[in-house]
């Protein structure tokens, strides 16, 4: 058992209220500086490194700056961080996944035995259903108002889910799979966070993940147990897991029958399509010609086949290309030349498309809970 990094211990302090946590961690982890505002990063800006940037202390809800985002695999330190209730404090050790409910043989699985199972490797974008919620402009929104970094991608090592419900035998009864993790609510009258995935998800490429881009997964997202659910939104996945219950029903839970719903009643589950300029930022100074324009690209429905960008709102689009494969689940890095003809002020925007036909709207449609806003991100710069 080893403390805490530096970073954790300062984040849980803010999560916790400066409640002295310990938590078991197998590798140091860099420390990054926590801002408590909701849009940009003054550190970086100001010359420094980036910084998560803070909305809520308790629970923890972070987002990751623009500046994370321009790497295949964004850095632990600076992955978002978002959380419903409160981490947990008092966790079993050795810390044990059970699975029961309509299984012939109910399995109780250490850590260490789960590390011992055949091993995948998952690339996976991780996205909150709210990301872009205070770009909405709507009177009143509940919720976090993020801005544009409640997204992160990671390369996840763990075991298939399928691999250990086969283990387990699951029947054919079982058609929704219940997710409980350690975590608690910081009231008792607020309901436990519980939510359930449909067979055919727990059956595909659903992963119960150990490690985060090579390293034990931290305890802020998730450590020692995650569900990784590729191509949905984070909401289904479930942090500090400890029980899977096979059932034939979904979860009767409130974050289920209640939360996560569209406004017409419908479940929220994959990730619209959608892109994010990385470079240039907010305010940047260029020179005229020709500027490179950066950026990640992600859908929950087929892979992204189009990236496209515009300088005179949206008449015209300019291709861009691509700097990393398609593979479903995992966004795609791109580039795009900008003609810059004169100086002073400037935008640009980027539209992602997917395989299955979808295209980001201008401005995607509000809703009351401010899910899925995938309206096209345009950045305003200085030329000279």
């Known amino acids: 058992?080893?403390?805490?990094?530096?970073?954790?211990?300062?984040?849980?302090?803010?999560?916790?209220?400066?409640?002295?946590?310990?938590?078991?961690?197998?590798?140091?982890?860099?420390?990054?500086?926590?801002?408590?505002?909701?849009?940009g990063s003054p550190a970086a800006r100001a010359g420094g490194p980036p910084s998560l940037i803070i909305h809520n202390a308790r629970p923890l809800d972070a987002e990751a700056p623009?500046?994370?985002?321009?790497?295949?695999?964004?850095?632990?330190?600076?992955?978002?961080?978002?959380?419903?209730?409160?981490?947990?404090?008092d966790t079993p050790s050795p810390w044990t996944l059970m699975i029961d409910g309509d299984v012939k043989t109910p399995l109780t699985l250490s850590l260490d035995e789960l590390r011992k199972m055949p091993a995948v490797k998952q690339a996976a974008t991780l996205e909150c259903a709210g990301n872009g919620r205070g770009r909405f402009s709507l009177p009143a929104t509940s919720g976090v108002q993020w801005q544009y970094g409640a997204v992160s991608n990671a390369?996840?090592?763990?075991?298939?889910?399928?691999?250990?419900?086969?283990?387990?035998?699951?029947?054919?009864?079982?058609?929704?799979?219940?997710?409980?993790?350690?975590?608690?609510?910081?009231?008792?009258?607020?309901?436990?966070f519980l939510r359930s995935i449909p067979r055919d998800m727990a059956l595909g490429d659903a992963v119960i993940a150990y490690e985060m881009n090579g390293k034990p997964l931290?305890?802020?997202?998730?450590?020692?147990?995650?569900?990784?659910?590729?191509?949905?939104?984070?909401?289904?996945?479930?942090?500090?897991?400890?029980?899977?219950?096979?059932?034939?029903?979904?979860?009767?839970?409130?974050?289920?029958i209640r939360g996560?719903?569209?406004?017409?009643?419908?479940?929220?589950?994959?990730?619209?399509?959608?892109?994010?300029?990385?470079?240039?930022?907010?305010?940047?100074?260029?020179?005229?010609?020709?500027?490179?324009?950066?950026?990640?690209?992600?859908?929950?429905?087929?892979?992204?086949?189009?990236?496209?960008?515009?300088t005179d709102d949206g008449k015209s689009w300019v291709p861009g290309r691509f700097t990393t494969e398609?593979?479903?689940g995992t966004w795609r890095m791109w580039e795009a030349d900008a003609p810059i003809a004169a100086a002073g002020d400037q935008r640009v925007r980027a539209r992602a498309t997917d395989t299955d036909g979808n295209t980001q709207p201008d401005q995607a449609a509000p809703n009351g809970a401010g899910y899925g806003n995938n309206s096209i991100h345009e950045v305003r710069f200085h030329a000279r």
């Open 1 to 39: 058992m080893r403390d805490i990094s530096r970073r954790e211990a300062l984040t849980l302090a803010l999560a916790a209220a400066a409640a002295a946590v310990v938590r078991p961690s197998e590798a140091a982890e860099g420390v990054s500086s926590l801002t408590p505002q909701a849009t």
């Open 66 to 89: 623009i500046e994370a985002l321009r790497t295949f695999e964004t850095a632990n330190d600076l992955f978002f961080v978002r959380a419903h209730h409160l981490p947990p404090t």
């Open 155 to 192: 390369t996840w090592t763990g075991v298939k889910l399928s691999t250990l419900l086969e283990r387990a035998g699951v029947q054919d009864s079982a058609l929704h799979f219940w997710m409980e993790g350690a975590d608690k609510a910081p009231i008792p009258a607020a309901p436990k």
């Open 218 to 256: 931290p305890y802020l997202h998730g450590g020692p147990l995650r569900l990784v659910m590729p191509r949905w939104y984070g909401m289904a996945w479930t942090k500090w897991l400890t029980h899977i219950h096979a059932r034939p029903t979904e979860s009767d839970n409130h974050f289920m």
């Open 260 to 310: 996560y719903r569209w406004a017409d009643g419908s479940p929220v589950n994959f990730m619209r399509v959608k892109s994010v300029i990385t470079s240039p930022r907010e305010g940047d100074q260029v020179r005229v010609g020709t500027t490179k324009v950066t950026g990640v690209a992600w859908t929950g429905t087929g892979t992204i086949n189009q990236i496209g960008i515009s």
């Open 326 to 328: 398609a593979r479903p």
